[in-house]
């Protein structure tokens, strides 16, 4: 197969008991061809990229500029609301509610951000999940809705909100948005660590 | 041949191996769908468990990273921010458009690209000039074009005085999404960030999208296997 019989076959004008043509089988040397093919397929092989990248689909709320519908927001009943921080340094904070929270500190260890994804995820354990139960029928107050709302710092890296939109996908949250931490949500979170610190302090004497 | 044994190179039979090498070499081809583009900013994405194809087609992509050289950990000041549009038709109607409407806003200013220019712009995959720059560049001369200094363009607002003066505010991002939108009303965006991107950038660009009602976009990142919780 690799040597190509050009002697076979013969032309239409030679004819048998003719002058005796030696058959000839013409060696074709393939080193040459062998070399393009190997240099070909060493060139394809280094650089075909077998690396797979992923697409996350992000969805953001409109941007708002209605009082109204600011106020509209603020009706989602506070409990279901669990706000991360995402901090420098690969840290991030969290607190369930709006007044009256508790901010714990935490990072992206197993035992960290993700175990309070999932505490928040379970509720008080009496009501099924809303996005779990077939809706119809049942009354929203009946379900638990966690909603989750991630706000980084301007200093965090970008990597450490891929990691937590990236637990939200590990732990199945159902809802969860992408919001702007501003300069209120640094006075509520100094203010709720500060009213700690003086428990605490109040708890020791 | 002669039945002396003959000294020098025994013939080996290739055949079975130039099969294999040219099965091999037929694979590679075909399943190579399209060839890593060139790409002036390296960016080292972080790693998620969602796998979902991007699309190939009438994608426009913000790549956010560090300089090449820049210090470890970079600083806010190292990042740049680059631009590419995956259709080279694409490209064509951007360049024609943004000639067009800055012709039209600013005439005093001879905003004027060659033709080969516009022809060098649709094969440019990805690149980060400000939009002022643009005629400078695609009217150089072909290896001028190459090795034109790209420093990335801004994503924010910088001279809030002539806010509503589109060339001169500063936000270069905010003018290749919406002619990109133009060229190609189906447009999709992705965000292709390095992980060490301060998320401000991020937001900057996520706010310029949203200013042109995009409010659906992707975040391109690196596949992780494993670790998904079952229940």
């Not at chain 1, 309070?116 to 779990?132: F, K, S």
């Not at chain 2, 009217?139 to 001028?144: C, D, K």
């Amino acid at each position: 197969m690799a040597d190509v019989d050009s002697g076979g076959g013969g032309g239409g004008h030679q004819k048998k008991g003719g002058p005796k043509t030696k058959k000839k089988s013409t060696r074709i040397d393939m080193t040459a061809m062998v070399d393009v093919a190997f240099l070909l397929l060493t060139f394809f092989v280094l650089t075909a990229t077998m690396s797979s990248e992923g697409v996350k689909e992000m969805i953001m709320p409109p941007k708002l500029n209605d009082v109204d519908e600011e106020d509209k927001r603020k009706k989602i009943v506070e409990d279901k609301i669990m706000t991360i921080i995402v901090a420098e340094d690969n840290k991030v904070e969290y607190y369930v509610g709006i007044t009256d929270i508790e901010v714990k500190t935490t990072d992206f260890s197993d035992t960290g951000i993700r175990k309070a994804i999932m505490y928040h995820l379970r509720g008080d354990g009496t009501r099924p999940r809303c996005d779990e139960v077939d809706n119809q029928g049942i009354n929203e107050n009946r379900c638990w809705d966690p909603i989750f709302v991630i706000k980084p710092k301007d200093k965090s890296n970008y990597g450490s909100l891929v990691d937590l939109l990236d637990e939200m996908t590990i732990t199945g949250a159902p809802k969860y948005a992408i919001d702007k931490y501003t300069d209120d949500d640094s006075i509520r979170v100094a203010q709720a660590i500060e009213d700690a610190a003086l428990k605490a302090e109040a708890g020791v004497q | 041949m002669s039945k002396k044994p003959k000294r020098g190179a025994p013939a080996i039979d290739m055949t079975a191996m130039v099969d294999v090498a040219f099965l091999l070499l037929t694979f590679f081809i075909l399943t190579t769908t399209s060839f890593r583009e060139e790409q002036k900013l390296e960016v080292d994405m972080p790693s998620s468990h969602v796998d979902g194809e991007i699309p190939e087609s009438k994608m426009m992509i913000i790549s956010v990273g560090p300089v090449k050289g820049a210090p470890i950990p970079p600083r806010a000041e190292d990042m740049q921010i680059f631009v590419s549009y995956s259709d080279p038709g694409t490209r064509e109607k951007v360049v024609q458009f943004m000639e067009e409407k800055i012709n039209a806003d600013y005439p005093d200013l001879n905003f004027r690209i060659s033709p080969e220019g516009k022809a060098f712009f649709s094969t440019v995959t990805e690149f980060g000039v400000p939009v002022q720059q643009i005629p400078a560049w695609l009217n150089a001369s072909f290896t001028e074009q190459e090795k034109w200094p790209m420093a990335g363009i801004s994503a924010a607002v910088t001279d809030s005085a002539r806010i509503n003066d589109y060339l001169y505010n500063g936000n270069d991002l905010q003018e290749y999404v919406f002619w990109g939108r133009r060229a190609d009303t189906e447009m999709r965006f992705a965000i292709k960030g390095d992980g060490t991107v301060p998320y401000e950038i991020i937001a900057n660009i996520i706010s310029t999208l949203q200013d042109y009602n995009v409010n659906t976009f992707s975040l391109i990142t690196d596949l992780e296997e494993g670790g998904m919780i079952e229940e």
